[in-house]
């Protein structure tokens, strides 16, 4: 399965309605507050670092996530609206499109949080590489520069 990533700008990609949708009837309502956010003109993802990109096999897509600066910590960015349709799980796409947004961090940040709203969400960013934190909001965080590799051996 090919998982293809694009940035998200201008508009949010027609099929977001359906996205909502399946995160409501999973009891999510991050999707929402992004359409809700979005057609107000409240988070367009487009300050310094901020970012927003759709996961997708072939044409559907099959998942949304973004980054945005984080307000509780300076020079930080946090992971947001991050959902992936329950049919597409388990099948790569939620790290693929983590990654994605994590390697866009690098020129930014060297820090990325996220909350991870449920046990299974926080397995998932534990298996990319977040660590469990104790912040006020912030569940998990990522140290972008402790994974950047130096170019050089390592001094014995």
Known sequence: MTVGIRM?????P??????DSEAQQEGHFHITR??????????RFERDGE?????????????????????ALSGALRMRR????????RHGIGRVLALALLNHAR???SI???HAGNA????????????LCEWDGVTHRFEILSRIPSGRPHDA
């Open 82 to 89: 991050f959902y992936i349709r329950p049919e597409m799980r």
């Open 120 to 131: 299974d969400a926080a397995k998932f960013w534990e298996a990319v590489g977040f660590q």
């Open 34 to 43: 992004l359409i809700e956010e979005w057609s107000a003109g409240d988070l």
């Open 107 to 109: 020129d930014f940040c």
């Open 14 to 19: 027609r099929e977001i309605a359906d996205l």
């Open 112 to 114: 990325v949080t996220v």
């Open 51 to 71: 970012r927003l990109l759709g996961a997708y096999i072939g044409e559907a897509l099959a998942g949304i996530g973004g980054l945005t600066i984080e307000p």
């Open 8 to 12: 998200i700008r201008d508009r949010l």
